[in-house]
């Protein structure tokens, strides 16, 4: 192997580990902001936190956590276009799953720096049944 050889090896293995911190810090940035809510006797009960989303190509899953970062609610769903169809499942209750339906949808910021998306789920046929919000600001 000559030195000019060795280099560029050198630069591509540089550029990786680079690119794989960049895409981790992006991963830890990936948190969205979200909040639960169903209909009690005369109230709401309201939960907020944090939530981890993965979105692919006609899936989706959704985890809330709560301040200790356990996952405290679940979804599963499809995607087709905007709209998003799941089933939810609250951890640590005998609470039944719930089917929920809504819509993912993403915001432009004018001057093009960013942008905003968010997710909105409501419990299918039941208009004091659970609902769940989710936002993250984009880059």
């Not at 000019?4 to 902001?33: F, N, P, Y």
């Not at 039944?96 to 299918?124: C, F």
Request: charged residues 20%; proline residues 1%; glycine residues 12%.
């Amino acid at each position: 192997m000559n030195v000019r050889h060795m280099r560029a090896v050198r630069l591509c293995a540089i550029s990786v580990v680079l690119l794989g911190h960049t895409l981790a810090l992006a991963a830890a940035e990936q948190t969205w902001a979200a909040y639960t809510s169903i209909s009690g006797i005369n109230t709401w009960f309201v939960v907020t936190g944090a939530a981890r989303v993965i979105m692919s190509k006609g899936a989706f899953k959704i985890e809330m956590l709560d301040a200790g970062g356990d996952v405290v609610l679940a979804v599963n769903g499809t995607v087709r276009g905007n709209n998003l169809r799941g089933v939810v499942v609250r951890q640590h209750t005998d609470d039944l799953p719930r089917t929920v339906s809504g819509q993912y949808k993403t915001v432009k910021w004018r001057d093009g720096a960013g942008g905003r998306e968010a997710i909105l789920l409501t419990e299918v046929n039941e208009p004091g049944g659970l609902t769940l919000g989710l936002t993250r600001e984009r880059r």
